[in-house]
């Protein structure tokens, strides 16, 4: 008998402290098997709802490449029809693919003088110089943590894809600090005008629009300095975990009328320039799971979104055209 002040212990064999930790297991599992089955159901039931909101045409045109097991930016070639510009997302080196229509490789281009920590975004427009050609605006943008106290735009002349692999100097890197701190961010657009429009990429918090107007990037280029742009718009775009609404991309259509920001499975359309308080132009137009993982969004001279996608284990990311009519 145990007397007063004093503890019994009692032995827990090696045996016990198994059982424990399996037990300990078991749960675990139980508890990830039950949230992932809610996960699905909620898609499920999302992609039912959200049918009658799917794109009017879908036309697949090709498997990414093996070199493009991320695809996460892209630019349309004005100079060469049918060519399209991306790179890989961070673990790349500074590198731009050119793909034809069938996303078949048509060159590798490596960019000198930059480097490459997260690449997410790219946009082909107007150079902010005078240029004969076109220029490629590769962001590297992300920042899943956000602690970067600021991010790169490198500049970059168009290549000629027709003269297969190269390397090129970038034309300069704008350097980007948001004023009220860090961000994630995985959507660049570019208007006709040259004024950029970085979307950020937000998992507690909604996505916002920073505006770099194309006199300010010349200026920066010219001096060196950093560009704070002022402080961002809103967009009511509420990110979901379950339905994976978090914002890879985004485009102006070739009339500037019309921002398009696209998330894993959905496209939004929001009239440009934003208004006050802006919302999005009906329901957004609803992709499921047509790619394996959604990122990169850009829209042709006919009105088309073209899309890339990345490559999550064994599925190869997708190559499509489709039509979603705001």
Known sequence: ????????????????????????????????????ARAERAQILEAARRQPFAPTEIVPLGEMPPELDESSGLGLSHAHPGVFWTHNDSGDEPRIYAID??????????????????WEAMTLGRCPRASVRSCLYAADIGDNRERREDVAIHVIEEPDPVAGDASVVALGTVRVRYPDGPRDAEGLAITSRGDLAIVTKARARPSVVFTLPVDQIRAVLASGETLTPEFGQVLPIEPDRETR?????????????????????????????????????????????????????????????????????????????VRCEP
């Open 245 to 321: 609404r978090y914002v890879t991309g985004a485009a102006f259509t070739p009339a500037d009328d019309w921002l398009v920001v696209r998330t894993y499975e959905e496209v939004f359309f929001f009239g440009w320039p934003l208004s006050p308080d802006p919302r999005p132009f009906g329901e957004a137009c609803f992709l499921g799971e047509l790619d394996p993982q959604g990122e990169a969004v850009a829209v042709d001279a006919d009105g088309w979104l073209v899309l890339t996608s990345e490559s999550p284990g064994r599925r190869r990311g997708q190559l499509h055209r």
């Open 101 to 118: 229509e069938q996303a078949m490789l048509l060159a590798t281009v490596d960019i000198e003088g930059v480097t490459a920590r997260d």
């Open 1 to 36: 008998m145990a007397t007063k002040g004093t503890v019994r212990k009692f032995p827990v064999g090696r045996r016990t402290v198994v059982l424990v930790l399996a037990l300990v297991a078991v749960t675990g599992l139980a508890y990830l098997s039950v949230m992932r």
